[in-house]
């Protein structure tokens, strides 16, 4: 996948907005965020490839898009329970950017989702 990514980023930066924007369409229509097709539910593959799959460039920054987005609309796990601590804006989801944070055990990381003025708007 990242080689679609090197040899035609234009396009694959719009299918990524579109398949982005057509996940929040069935979210806002009621999805579940937990679906779980196979074994494992989607938010916490996502969690887990997010967290875990070591991936870098686009394929971490689609699905760090893919994971604010199931946080905003209320994606969780028995493991994880995202911590809302400002309402998302969901009409300009661009907003939001993630950033890893180390927790005070040093060995564990945890992600927070921010808006466009730095503010923490969830702790995953």
């Known amino acids: 996948m990242e080689e679609g990514y090197e040899k035609n980023p234009e396009v694959a930066l719009a299918a990524d907005n579109l398949n982005l924007r057509i996940a929040q369409l069935l979210l806002e229509y009621g999805a579940d965020t937990n679906i779980a097709p196979e074994d494992e539910d989607l938010f916490s593959y996502v969690l887990f490839a997010v967290f875990n799959d070591g991936d870098t460039g ?16 209320g994606g969780c796990n028995d493991y994880c329970k995202p911590e809302i601590l400002i309402p998302f804006d969901k009409s300009n989801m661009e907003q939001y950017d993630f950033s890893f944070v180390k927790c005070p055990d040093n060995y564990h990381l945890r992600g927070e989702i921010l808006d466009a003025d730095y503010n923490v708007v969830a702790i995953v």
């Open 58 to 73: 686009r394929l971490l920054e689609y699905r760090i898009r893919f994971l604010i987005l199931l946080v905003a609309y």
